[in-house]
């Protein structure tokens, strides 16, 4: 397969001006006006202009590094490919990208740009034309089974860290399905061949859709790609500081209460939000809540220590108003 990052000599992690000043760099130096025609480097150039039109657009990069880190079906394209999900993210207004029932098709487009290069820089194998590419025209000359639609439930956990599941397909038999870290609900999965079976000789079976549903935690909230986390502490806590468990996606782990914390503080704790799809995994936020024991009025003790705090704490230090 084709790497895009590697057309360009960037790694999957550079920033936008990094990338820019590569494909600046190379895109110079490979013109066709400045090679006097050579076909080697003609080619180069084109390749170049490709990588640079998915890795300088944030939406088709995130896409892309998706797909290109996902596991490869027996068909030769990666799991969670869906071209309706291609067509919008890679074709959009300048074209070149049609999905149907039939298959995907492909055209000139993007300002000079060859789509069905794009795709098999994706999905091929080096040489132009891949298997993703061959599969998808193949569907297109032979009748297909019917596709069957289906839910799949995650944990919250799972989608934050990517998965892999075993689902029933529409022959009846199971086939393991790789869950994308990041997938959110209302995101689709489409396994090609296990739908219905090939209604004809020579024809191939429709493909399996799975409309993801991620079940909701007790605790955690996505927001992005961070998770947020609502820390109940009592007022001792507060005061002296402590050291909590907390839930992660991964487990619990100990945070630092620093003495003197306000409801509303907030601990982050790096690393340990959704991951994305790049690679990077956002942060989980922790966010203190002081709780106020109950029954304060009716205890004659708890109320007298109450009442001693309040005499060394003016209230008007407290507010802001």
Known sequence: ?????????????????????????????????????DKKKTERFKEINEAYDVLS?????????RLKNAPVRSDGMPE??????????????????????GG???????????????????FGDGTGRGAGMDGARTRERHSRGNDIAGTLEVTFSEAALGTRRKVQTGAGASVEVSIPAGVETGGRLRVGGQGGPAPAK?????????DIKVL?????????????????????????????????????????????????TKLRLRGRGIKRAEGARGDQICRVEIVVPKGVPDDAELRKLFEEIGKRQDPKAVREF
């Open 104 to 122: 995907v098709t492909f055209g000139e487009g993007m300002g000079g740009v060859d789509m069905g290069d794009i795709f098999s820089s994706l």
């Open 216 to 264: 909701p935690d007790r605790h955690l909230a996505r927001v992005g790609a961070d998770i947020e986390l609502g820390v109940p502490i009592s007022v001792a806590e507060a005061a002296l500081g402590a050291k909590v468990s907390v839930p992660t996606v991964e487990g619990a782990v100990t945070v630092t209460i620093p003495p003197g914390a306000s409801s509303g």
């Open 80 to 101: 969670g490919f869906d071209p309706e999900t291609f067509e919008r993210t890679f074709g959009g207004v300048r074209g070149g990208v049609r999905a149907g029932r």
């Open 1 to 37: 397969m084709k790497n895009l990052y590697t057309i360009l000599g960037v790694a999957e992690n550079a920033d936008q001006a990094t990338i820019k000043k590569a494909y600046r760099k190379l895109a110079k130096e490979n013109h066709p006006d400045a090679t006097g025609g």
């Open 57 to 65: 657009d944030k939406e088709k990069r995130a896409a892309y590094t």
């Open 202 to 210: 020579g024809g191939v079976a429709g493909d399996l859709y799975l």
